[in-house]
Nanobody, 116 residues
Framework: VQLQASGGGLAQAGGSLRLSCAVSKSILSFDYMGWYRQVPGQSRDLVAR???????IYADSVKGRATISRNNAGNTVALQLNSLKPDDTAVYYC???????????WGQGTQVTVSS
C-alpha cells in the first residue's frame, strides 16, 4: 500500500494550506485515516484522524483550525489547516490503519513551513 502526500510548502502565518493524501488501496478497507506531524527531535504526533464512519478527532493545537475529510471514491484524504501559526511548521505524514488484520501504513511526509 502506498500513500502519497502532497500540498505542503511555505505559507505565512494566518494563511491556509490544504494537504492531500492519495492511497493506492481503497480507503474503505482502513478503520482510520489520519494526519500526523513531526518536528526534528520530537515525536510524531496526531493532528487529525477520521474513521471509516466519518468520526473525526483533532489535536487540541489545531481544533477549530483544521478539517480532515475523505473521498472514498477517489481514495484520498485531505487536511485543511487554516489560521496557520509558526508552531504548525513540521513534516506532515499521512497514515492508514486497520485493526483486523492489523495494518499501519505511512506516507513519505510533506514539509509545511509557516513564517511569521
Amino acid at each position: 500500500v502506498q500513500l502519497q502526500a502532497s500540498g505542503g510548502g511555505l505559507a505565512q502565518a494566518g494563511g491556509s494550506l490544504r494537504l492531500s493524501c492519495a492511497v493506492s488501496k481503497s480507503i474503505l478497507s482502513f478503520d482510520y485515516m489520519g494526519w500526523y506531524r513531526q518536528v526534528p527531535g520530537q515525536s510524531r504526533d496526531l493532528v487529525a484522524r477520521i474513521t471509516s464512519g466519518d468520526f473525526t478527532i483533532y489535536a487540541d493545537s489545531v481544533k477549530g483550525r483544521a478539517t480532515i475529510s475523505r473521498n472514498n471514491a477517489g481514495n484520498t484524504v485531505a487536511l485543511q489547516l487554516n489560521s496557520l501559526k509558526p508552531d504548525d511548521t513540521a513534516v506532515y505524514y499521512c497514515n492508514a490503519q486497520s485493526i483486523r488484520p492489523p495494518e499501519n501504513y505511512w506516507g513519505q511526509g510533506t514539509q509545511v513551513t509557516v513564517s511569521s
